[in-house]
């Protein structure tokens, strides 16, 4: 599945308001308290900032050929995403008996697969207006965080709801995984794409898949 592909396609889901029991009365956090989360947020959320500026630049009219696109993109990819992470996930319990060669190989293309598949969403004059929401929200498994963001247009602002899981590491916070209306995984739809692909342990088959779709997105 190509979750940013459908992105401006999607209707944008509806809340719907509850009735509360009683008042509830808001947590007063501390000033020095209320500074550092906000510092603390605004860490987790850079990444994303610079992603979405980026993908602003790429989709202005006259930006350019696809590889000249790309170009522009690649540096805010390697910036945003920790694309080893990602492509580990996504390949599951395999990747770890893959030789370095074999990863190597695989992390090439999956990070001109990463980045080709935005390319070819954020065409230019598509006119996607992106929003961040200002509160980062910890992730139900370990310390990771979820960037809340929305993408839409001129005409639907609040537009999809993408959502970026976030991890801390050696590089700083990083996406290790992206959420299309806040539950469904890229990760998790990659895994099943890939898993047929590698079935006997076929990297080159994989490699060979990832290329072809490389290919599909630059002649969109």
Not at 31 to 38: E, P, T, V, W, Y
Not at 135 to 148: A, L
Not at 178 to 189: D, F, G, P, T, Y
Request: aromatic share 6%.
């Amino acid at each position: 599945m190509n979750i940013m592909k459908h992105v401006l396609k999607t209707t944008s889901l509806a809340l719907c308001a509850g009735l509360m029991a009683a008042p509830v009365v808001p947590a007063v956090l501390p000033l020095h308290a209320a500074h550092a989360a906000s510092a603390a947020d605004a860490q987790v959320q850079e990444p994303i900032k610079s992603l979405y500026a980026a993908l602003e630049r790429v989709q202005a009219k006259g930006s350019g050929s696809f590889e000249q696109r790309s170009q522009m993109l690649a540096p805010a990819i390697d910036h945003a995403y920790d694309i080893e992470a990602v492509l580990a996930s996504s390949i599951g319990p395999r990747y770890a008996g893959l030789s370095d060669d074999q990863k190597q190989t695989l992390l090439t293309t999956f990070r001109q697969f990463t980045i080709a598949r935005y390319v070819s969403s954020f065409k230019p004059g598509s006119d996607a207006r992106f929003t961040i929401d200002p509160t980062v929200t910890p992730s139900p498994v370990g310390n990771d965080r979820i960037v809340v963001t929305h993408i839409g247009s001129s005409d639907d602002p609040s537009g999809t709801e993408i959502n970026y899981v976030m991890r801390s590491g050696a590089k700083g916070w990083r996406i290790v995984d992206v959420l299309l209306n806040a539950h469904i995984s890229q990760v998790a739809a990659q895994r099943a794409d890939f898993s047929s692909a590698l079935s006997g342990g076929n990297v080159q088959k994989l490699t060979n898949l990832l290329q072809k779709k490389i290919k599909t997105f630059s002649e969109e």
